[in-house]
């Protein structure tokens, strides 16, 4: 397996790893160190290296970054009662130009997930997600992406890629694999409004902050029809961040974020999840820990996956079926979980994307909504995006 592109992790941080309790994370992962080179990744479920790539940020001012004081914090938690095996791959460090790191970020996705392993990214800017996109061409034929962000990203399509306009590249570059969208906790002001128009002409989904702090359960189905999962730390509020992580006094606080980790741990799609735009400064006590525990909150989650979406057997599951303005929805909740879905109707007349989505994730709320004669508006939009 060829992951020469991958950096151990710092002596430093193994040194400070070396006096941790012998119960802390750092005492029980597998570690990519100089000393014993890259660990074994038969068993292991998720792998988390470091990306310190910064180059598409438009504030970028030639500055470098590194990861070590997230690591001490993340070692230096304690798991829960799991069962997940986790590996630390160490770091890729800048490329010749931005396109090499590009190309060893989507191969070591592509590795990882072809054998079953959750890649867990911590990157400088948020454009590495294009490449993570990129990495599923050879993987699956349609992605759902879940951008956790106070921003769209949307930005100029026909200019160079920046961290705030990489969703454009991902939404018009062949391959065309992006079946949806989704934005959480974005904030008004942050946006256009021709940015908010696409969003709802593009029939993609978003999730505004005030919404998003007022019931944190609305995000669980879009998080469990999920492939891939980037975090934005700007999305965090100011207060929660060290100095020079600040963005806005608005925003996600640290439970918040946590339990959105958690929603994509627990999702049975996530296969790749990624937390950008870390700015570490001298107080850097607070940011890293509050990744540490994202970080801790994603793994807890996959901890506790249970397969309820294997809808051929009749007892694992309950049937509903409601009428809608003479439309039938068909539900169905899983007597494992309690989770909800619905059926997306297949139009049989128009060329269909959505082969393997006909099962929408949604909530008990959605049926409830329907048996008040009121369309579920994920199922709505799923519906016209394979209209087009």
């Given amino acids: 397996m060829n992951f020469n592109f991958l950096s151990p992790v710092s002596d430093s941080v193994l040194a400070h790893n070396e006096l941790l309790q012998a119960q802390a994370l750092g005492r029980k992962i597998k570690i990519h160190s100089t000393q014993n080179g890259m660990p074994d990744l038969d068993g292991v479920q998720v792998a988390i290296f470091g990306v310190l790539e910064n180059r598409n940020d438009i504030n970028y001012i030639g500055e470098t970054f590194q990861l070590d004081e997230i690591r001490k914090s993340f070692y230096s938690l304690f798991p829960g009662s799991w069962n997940t095996s986790i590996a630390d791959l160490g770091d890729i460090y800048k490329g010749e130009s931005v396109e090499d790191t590009y190309f060893a970020l989507k191969e070591a996705i592509t590795i990882l997930v072809k ?3 959750i890649p867990v990214v911590i990157g400088g800017s948020q454009d590495l997600t294009y490449a993570n996109y990129r990495a599923y061409d050879a993987l699956i034929p349609m992605v759902n992406v879940v951008n956790i962000d106070a921003q769209f990203n949307l930005g100029d399509s026909t200019k160079p890629i920046k ?3 990489f969703v454009g590249k991902i939404i018009l570059e062949q391959p065309y694999n992006l079946f949806n969208y989704a934005t959480i906790g974005y904030q ?3 946006n256009s409004q021709e940015e908010i128009d696409l969003m709802d002409n593009l029939y993609f989904e978003s999730y505004r902050l005030g919404e998003v702090s007022n019931d944190i359960t609305i995000v669980e189905p879009v998080l469990r029809d999920a492939n891939i999962v980037s975090i934005d730390l700007d ?3 100011g207060s929660e961040v060290s ?3 600040k963005y806005s006094p608005n925003g996600l606080d640290g439970k918040e974020i946590c339990a959105i980790a958690r929603y994509a741990g627990i999702s049975n799609k996530v296969s790749s999840f990624g937390i950008y735009e870390y700015k570490p400064s001298k107080d850097d006590e607070l940011t890293s820990m509050l990744v540490a525990q994202i970080l801790w909150y994603f793994i807890e ?6 397969k309820d979406d294997d809808f051929s057997d009749d007892r694992s599951y309950q049937k509903y079926i409601t009428l809608v303005e003479s439309q039938e929805l068909v539900f169905y909740k ?5 989770r909800w879905w619905i059926e997306i109707p297949f139009l049989a007349e128009v060329n269909n994307k959505l082969k393997r989505h006909t099962l929408l994730p949604c909530m008990h709320q959605d049926y409830i909504d329907a048996c008040n004669n009121k369309v579920p508006e994920r199922w709505y939009k799923a519906l016209q995006k394979n209209s087009v």
């Fill in 235 to 237: 999305s965090v509020k």
């Fill in 243 to 245: 100095s020079k992580q």
């Fill in 163 to 165: 961290n705030n306009s």
């Fill in 301 to 306: 989650g996959v901890n506790f996956r249970v």
């Fill in 334 to 338: 899983s007597n494992k979980t309690g």
């Fill in 115 to 117: 054998k079953n392993i």
């Fill in 188 to 190: 008004t002001y942050f």
